[in-house]
């Protein structure tokens, strides 16, 4: 049973793959040409000050497929992992994640949750729990141990 931490609500609220499938141009493997620090220094007074405005921006440049130097474009301070420009259905609504995002700044501020934001993209995503036919979900590490077997349950009859 998964347990169910701050820091993992926090990265699943964060976390674009959700609402966007970022353009496959953003993931490739790159020196990037400015620190994490520097790039969660120069956003988040822009995300304090319009947290919406910023927040779509940001959605925009994740999805364009050419670079520009846009500095609210994670690609110039991180290598994003792959897995965010792999085919995928959507789950939550671009409106419901703006919204849900907005709320998170104003609960953790803006450097927390640009730091969470950096930390998602390389890769450090809470990983999907397995499905109900046991396999496993995007991201998650493999099994090492194989699952006991259980015994069916028997039906009651009521």
Known sequence: MTQWTT???????????YTLKVAAALVDNHEPQMSEDEWIAANSRALEQDPLGWLRRLLRLLQQGELTDDQANPYHAVVIAPIFAAEHETLIAEDDWL???????SQ????????????????????APDDVTGRRGAGAPPRR???PSRPPRSRRRH
């Open 7 to 17: 820091d993992n609500v926090l990265r699943i609220v964060v976390n674009p793959f």
């Open 99 to 105: 919204r849900a995002n907005m709320l998170a700044v």
């Open 108 to 127: 953790i501020g803006a450097r927390m949750w640009l730091a969470t934001l950096v930390r998602i993209l390389q890769g450090d995503y809470v990983p």
């Open 145 to 147: 141990v194989p699952r």
